[in-house]
């Protein structure tokens, strides 16, 4: 895996399971204002169009005053968008795997990392995956385009169902789990996980369901069907515009 993905890239509200989030979704001010800000580094900006930031933290409802995790936050550029939707009674954890650490280290990263005092409401977590815990309990979890390397070898990899209920434990009731990841094709599971970077939507509803939690439904902001899920995700014809899939889950109000 390339570091970009290991840490450099180390997503319309649905009222159905099955219809994705219109394109007319109305954008709240506060995530406008997060992804116009000014102190966002420009190789963030550049990546807005094909990333579409704003519509995919509409769809996972972040809101001011939330307590959220960025799961393996790769370059933080979500962490620092959500950083500003949080606001000052908001807090982000960027949680960094232990488990890959040995990636970190052959790209100079080393832990604590340095604070960017223009995101004071962020800290950064630095243990097993499978330990995930933060501090308080949250509102969100959040991975994007990871999910798949926890499938595979250089991530260990660590027991996916240990690491879902491990984040469904660290949610409030009612807390939300989002995963947004390259697709593959149907049916084809884990086996494009370690080669094109890419798995089987189905495989993470199933797996994140099994931890406890309840499907939502799916934003096809980042939907591609140009896109036939036969090339690696870094491939010049199709890198930045894959074709994506953005689910939410809810942890059950007790």
Same mark, same amino acid.
Request: neutral net charge; contains cysteine; hydrophobic residues 40%.
């Given at each position: 895996?390339?570091? @970009? ?14 219809? #994705? ?12 204002? $997060? ?19 704003? %519509? ?30 949080? #606001? ?13 650490? %040995? ?11 340095? %604070? ?17 815990? $933060?501090?308080?309990?949250? /509102? ?50 884990? @086996? /494009?996980?370690?080669?094109?970077? @890419? ?12 931890? #406890?939690?309840?499907?939502?439904? %799916? ?15 870094? /491939? ?11 689910f939410k889950f809810r942890k059950p109000k007790k």
């Open positions: 895996m390339k570091f @970009r993905i290991a840490l450099g890239a180390l997503a319309a509200l649905c009222l159905s399971a099955s219809v #994705g989030v219109a394109a007319t979704q109305k954008i709240p001010a506060y995530i406008t204002a $997060a992804v116009a800000n000014p102190d966002r580094p420009e190789a963030d900006t550049k990546r807005d169009a094909d990333r579409k930031p704003a %519509e995919c933290v509409a769809f996972a409802g972040i809101k001011p005053g939330d307590k959220v995790a960025d799961l393996i936050p790769g370059g933080r550029y979500f962490t620092r968008i959500f950083s500003k939707v949080v #606001g000052p009674k908001g807090w982000v954890y960027a949680y960094y795997p232990s488990n890959i650490d %040995e990636i970190y280290k052959k790209n100079g990263a080393t832990f604590p990392l340095p %604070e960017d005092p223009k995101y004071p409401n962020v800290s950064v977590i630095h243990a097993p995956v499978e330990k995930f815990v $933060a501090p308080e309990k949250l /509102d969100v979890v959040w991975t994007s385009q990871n999910y798949h390397d926890m499938h595979d070898p250089f991530f260990g990899p660590p027991d996916m169902a240990v690491v879902n209920k491990a984040i469904y434990d660290s949610l409030k009731p009612g807390g939300v789990y989002i995963v947004l990841d390259h697709a593959a094709q149907a049916g084809s599971g884990l @086996r /494009d996980t370690n080669t094109l970077h @890419r798995i089987d939507p189905a495989v993470v509803k199933k797996e994140v369901e099994a931890a #406890g939690f309840v499907y939502v439904g %799916e934003s096809k902001v980042l939907a591609n069907p140009a896109d036939d899920h036969t090339k690696k995700v870094f /491939d010049p014809s199709i890198r930045g515009k894959t074709d994506q899939f953005i």
